[in-house]
């Protein structure tokens, strides 16, 4: 029987506490760790219940010792179907690849338990380190982390000032991209891609970068054109555009906060009979392939995904204190403006 003791399930739980907890040796909880066939049922099912009591997680990191650390990295990303992140998954294997390191990668599918569970050492132990794009996890969550393995977070957060991170300037990026549709004489620029329920910081600072730019060209806010979505997919950009066009004073121009979103809106806009860029123009955001071979093709910004893996790699290999690193953009202006 296992012995009577108090134990602060999940923290920092060892093997011999497993071992104490569940009334056997050291070498007999290692034996059902690591799979070795010669334990009786009974006693694996003991010793396993004690793993689960105590939320112990085998150090798999320490079983290799021997020859230093594992090699393998994890990326995660709430969808690996989207074309940006794929982009970004690609390039990030490449990098690491030369490193002479292996890339894992999970999604999340932006799910909160999801998220918190990968943050707090889910699979860690099988990773050096971990590039984790979050969309749902606040910044009590990050400052609460106690996995020891480095993170690194890939996009705007506002609790990047916890852990390394490395992005782009969102705020930036988003005034030159609406400074570009005002320089092209467009007055009525709406803003698609608004997610007021995410604790991602990607949306607002698009925003905020928006209304900078209208700001400084004299021209006002209207709550009519800043229009949110549920996901940043085609479908949602071209609900958006449906929903633009009916307006009394549809816009002239939109800036779209993802690239997918403004295909999707390029579609209804063929779907209407609106052209563009002469009825109303389109700045993306992502710089995806798709965008390159649009007919017309996308204008958008291009966030340099080379750079962002590469600096993220650096900072999850250094060992450094946290620190916000920017990467570099660039507007690409091409047929949509």
């Known amino acids: 029987m296992p012995r009577c003791k108090s134990y602060a399930a999940g923290v920092n739980a060892k093997l011999r506490d497993v071992a104490e907890h569940a009334g056997v040796s050291v070498r007999t909880v290692s034996n059902v760790v ?11 099912e003991r010793v ?16 290799t010792l021997r020859r230093g650390r594992t090699g393998l990295i994890a990326l995660v990303v709430p969808e690996i179907d989207s074309p940006y992140f794929a982009e970004l998954a690609a390039r990030t294997s490449a990098l ?43 910044p009590a969550e990050l400052a609460a982390r106690t996995d020891s393995v480095p993170l690194v977070l890939l996009g705007e957060h506002d609790g990047a000032d916890i852990v390394d991170h490395v992005a782009i300037d969102n705020v930036a990026a988003a ?6 549709l005002v320089r092209t004489g467009r007055r009525r620029i709406a803003a698609v891609g608004l997610q007021p329920a995410s604790l991602n ?37 071209y609900r958006a555009m449906q929903a633009l066009l009916e307006l009394p004073q549809p816009p002239d121009a939109l800036f779209c906060f993802t ?19 002469s009825d109303v123009a389109l700045v993306g955001f992502d710089d995806i392939e798709d965008g390159r071979f649009s007919v017309p093709a996308l204008t958008t910004v291009s966030p340099d ?33």
Not at 175 to 180: G, M
């Open 259 to 277: 690239d997918e979103i403004a295909l999707g809106a390029l579609r209804a806009a063929a779907d209407r009979g609106v052209a563009v860029p």
């Open 96 to 138: 690491a690849e030369a490193r002479g390191l292996t890339l894992l990668i999970d999604q999340t599918g932006g799910d909160a338990e999801r998220e918190k569970a990968l943050l707090q050492g889910k699979r860690s132990q099988l990773v050096d380190g971990v590039l984790f794009s979050p969309w749902a996890v606040a």
């Open 48 to 63: 396993q219940a004690s793993i689960d009591a105590l939320g112990y997680r085998p150090n798999l990191a320490a079983r």
């Open 175 to 180: 005034r030159e991209a609406t400074e570009h």
């Open 201 to 237: 910081a990607t949306a607002r600072q698009r925003l905020a970068g928006y209304r900078e730019a209208l700001a400084a060209a004299g021209l006002a806010s209207d709550p009519d054109l800043e229009v949110p979505v549920q996901r940043l997919h085609r479908a949602d950009g």
């Open 34 to 44: 690591n799979g070795f066939q010669y334990v009786s049922s009974a006693t694996r």
């Open 305 to 337: 995904k080379d750079r962002i893996a590469e600096l993220a790699l650096d900072r999850l290999t250094q060992g450094q204190p946290p620190a916000s690193i920017v990467a570099p953009h660039r507007l690409v202006v091409r047929e949509t403006s």
